[in-house]
T-cell receptor
Framework: SQTIHQWPATLVQPVGSPLSLECTVE??????LYWYRQAAGRGLQLLFY??????ISSEVPQNLSASRPQDRQFILSSKKLLLSDSGFYLC?????????????FGSGTQLSVL | GQQLNQSPQSMFIQEGEDVSMNCTSS?????WLWYKQDPGEGPVLLIA???AGELTSNGRLTAQFGITRKDSFLNISASIPSDVGIYFC???????????WGAGTKLIIKP
């Protein structure tokens, strides 16, 4: 069965510090991968998605970047965090075969920038 | 851009009551998905709908794909404490194959 791992679960970082969140998927090959952000009590905002290694699409201009160095690894990064980067970050995957619209989410990272 | 209007934003109900929430849009979708998010966790898929008029159940949950393909509703019967959380709808756009998300319905059960 497929599983998705996301870490860390919580993170407190000072303004101006770098960020690296990692997500890995097991049990499937060539998944579509996604990074979402969720502000407190709000909906989901798509940040990045990837259909393959090295292929990243950005949905909104921001202080963040994403990379996909391996087929089942997706990394969210920032060189200098802003206060506005605080939020709940979710990684998700979907299959590229069949009904690929179903997204399966990781357990999230709660990021607090102070 | 495309938007989904999800309502209500929040619901306070008594245990045992039935719950109804819906999503509407001015755009047509070819797939509707309903997710539930527990506090501090990622959303979990509850029901997927693929055809206009389709009615699908998952235990006490029932969801329907609107005939016009512009709306969907989710009903929860006989709510229990573990039903609390945020429920999200998502529609797959026929124009760009992007998943569009509703803002969520927060379900709170009064003690």
């Amino acid at each position: 069965s497929q599983t998705i791992h996301q870490w860390p679960a919580t993170l407190v970082q000072p303004v101006g510090s770098p960020l690296s969140l990692e997500c890995t998927v097991e049990g499937t090959s060539n998944p579509n991968l996604y990074w979402y952000r969720q502000a407190a009590g709000r909906g989901l905002q798509l940040l990045f998605y990837s259909v393959g290694i090295g292929q990243i699409s950005s949905e909104v201009p921001q202080n963040l970047s994403a990379s996909r160095p391996q087929d089942r690894q997706f990394i969210l990064s920032s060189k200098k965090l802003l206060l506005s980067d605080s939020g709940f970050y979710l990684c998700a995957w979907s299959s590229t075969s069949g009904r690929g619209e179903k997204l399966f989410f990781g357990s999230g990272t709660q990021l607090s920038v102070l | 851009g495309q938007q989904l209007n999800q309502s209500p934003q929040s619901m306070f109900i008594q245990e045992g009551e039935d719950v109804s929430m819906n999503c509407t849009s001015s755009s047509i979708f070819n797939t509707w998905l309903w997710y539930k998010q527990d506090p501090g966790e990622g959303p979990v898929l509850l029901i997927a709908l693929y055809k206009a008029g389709e009615l699908t159940s998952n235990g006490r949950l029932t969801a329907q794909f609107g005939i016009t393909r512009k709306d969907s509703f989710l009903n929860i019967s006989a709510s229990i404490p573990s039903d609390v959380g945020i429920y999200f709808c998502a529609g797959l756009s026929i124009s760009n194959y992007q998943l569009i998300w509703g803002a969520g319905t927060k379900l709170i059960i009064k003690p």
